[in-house]
């Protein structure tokens, strides 16, 4: 059912330093800081040749991303995306196999301008897994 890695978000304190050390030391290709206040992050997407990482830091008060970032100051990798040809039909396979489905349920806009859902850590081995559909 999944198909490509869309994107690997690590949650950072300072944007700043991240992209710093992905442009500078790692040498990849960074786009400028976008902040998306509909999702508490500013964004810095690292394009690499098959898939891209975020580079999140928390904004504003309600930041879904306030409290991993407090429990990780050095950063840490907050959740990976995966793509999907129907999110609905997704999302339904998920639910009817047990797996719990973050918020009311219903797709939200991304970051990326298509619809997304979270899925639980608990139910991932682990890992707050972000489906998309492209
Ligand atoms: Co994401």
């Avoid at 960074?30 to 690292?46: N, R």
């Avoid at 904004?59 to 879904?64: F, H, V």
């Avoid at 970032?69 to 950063?75: H, T, Y």
């Amino acid at each position: 059912m999944i198909g490509r890695l869309n994107h690997v978000a690590i949650a950072v304190k300072d944007l700043a330093a991240a992209t710093a050390i992905y442009r500078d030391t790692l040498g990849a290709e960074v786009s400028e800081p976008l902040p998306q206040p509909a999702h508490g992050v500013t964004v810095v997407f690292v394009q690499l040749p098959n898939t891209k990482i975020e580079l999140l830091e928390p904004l504003g008060e309600n930041s879904t991303i306030a409290g991993f970032v407090e429990k990780n100051p050095a950063g840490g990798i907050h959740h990976v995306c995966y793509e999907v040809e129907d999110i609905i039909a997704a999302r339904d396979k998920l639910k009817a196999d047990g797996a719990r489905v973050l918020g009311n349920g219903e797709p939200k806009i991304g970051a990326h301008g298509k619809p997304v859902l979270f899925l639980h850590p608990k139910d991932f081995c682990g890992t707050l897994v972000e489906i998309e559909q492209v």
